[in-house]
């Protein structure tokens, strides 16, 4: 499903330019990329504990499973 909306003249050239240094295939990548990068956000979640978490230990278990 995919929706319009309006922008200025000025805002389509400006996303225009920042779609080709991109690369982004579209203007919904387009702006996709920039919302997750602003929100601090990944855009793919796997990996991202890497180097944040430790193994688990034996007092980690719980005592009845």
Same mark, same amino acid.
């Given at each position: @499903?995919?929706?319009?909306?309006q $922008? !200025? =003249?000025?805002?389509l050239k400006?996303?225009e !330019?920042? !779609?080709?240094?991109?690369?982004?295939?579209?203007?919904? #990548?387009l702006? #996709? !990329?920039? $919302?997750? #990068? =602003?929100?601090?956000? #990944?855009? &793919? @979640?796997?990996? $991202? &504990?890497?180097? =944040?978490?430790?193994s688990f230990?034996? =007092?980690?278990? @719980?005592?009845?499973?």
């Amino acid at each position: @499903m995919s929706t319009t909306i309006q $922008v !200025k =003249k000025r805002n389509l050239k400006l996303l225009e !330019k920042l !779609k080709s240094q991109i690369g982004a295939r579209s203007y919904d #990548e387009l702006i #996709e !990329k920039l $919302v997750l #990068e =602003k929100l601090g956000l #990944e855009g &793919d @979640m796997f990996g $991202v &504990d890497r180097g =944040k978490i430790s193994s688990f230990s034996e =007092k980690d278990r @719980m005592e009845d499973r």
